[in-house]
């Protein structure tokens, strides 16, 4: 959006309204991973609430979700990336079975730990190294080509990008959130290493990035569109 569009004061409005609380976040309906969704865009909020286009917006709850423990899986394997395949479809298998026997209403498989899980492999990750970017993408790839694998009889289980904060006030200035920890600090960078990723999270995502609240508007202006070019889902400055 630009100086001249109809709707150009209103967002500096929301700007400024951002600019002042921490729980705003901002979602794309145009990025690729929402270009079918309509109003029931795919992010995740606060307390991971989820909009499927497929279901009644609203959310999950726990019963909902399982998640995917990526460092586990390395830690199991080692670092052999030839059996890395066979034991990511394995523990999304056994976590769609488990949501089959709670008779999930809205099916959702998370993932977790994808940096450290690079960390691992390749004693890089995504937000240092363009090649461990590349192998973090198959990753989730995988997960999203293994859910459609499973997909049975009309019935379709989204992937969700799950939260994992490094302690529970990680909302608040000052805090280090997930990878960040790994020395990822500046917000474009931070945006350019995970965006890839949003276009396979149909059940919900958001990238997280250090915000200097003090900043002028026109600068988290410059930040939203950036995500936009990089075809990010959801951003949330905080």
Known sequence: ??????????????LEF????????????????????????????RFERIALRQHLPGGCDERD???VHLPQIVIRIGR????????????????????????????????????????????????????????GVVIVDLLRRALEDLAANGRRYGLLSVLEPLRFSWWR???????????VRDPFAKIASEAPFHRYCDGGHVTIVRWDRRRPVRDLEELLLYAREQDAGCVWPC
């Open 80 to 135: 052999r990336l030839e059996a890395f395949r066979d034991c990511l479809f394995e523990a999304v298998g056994d976590a769609v079975k488990r949501l089959e026997r709670r008779e999930a209403v809205r099916p959702l498989v998370g993932f977790t730990g994808l940096a450290d899980a690079l960390l691992l492999l390749m004693r890089t990750h995504h937000g240092w190294s363009q090649e461990a970017q590349a192998v």
């Open 1 to 14: 959006m630009r100086p001249g569009d109809p709707c150009y004061g209103f967002f500096q409005e929301v």
């Open 65 to 67: 979700k399982e998640v």
């Open 18 to 45: 951002a600019r002042l609380r921490p729980e705003v976040a901002f979602c794309f309906a145009d990025a690729t991973i929402n270009r079918d969704a309509g109003m029931h865009v795919r992010y995740v909020g």
């Open 173 to 183: 200035p000052g805090c280090r959130y997930g990878f960040e920890a790994w020395g």
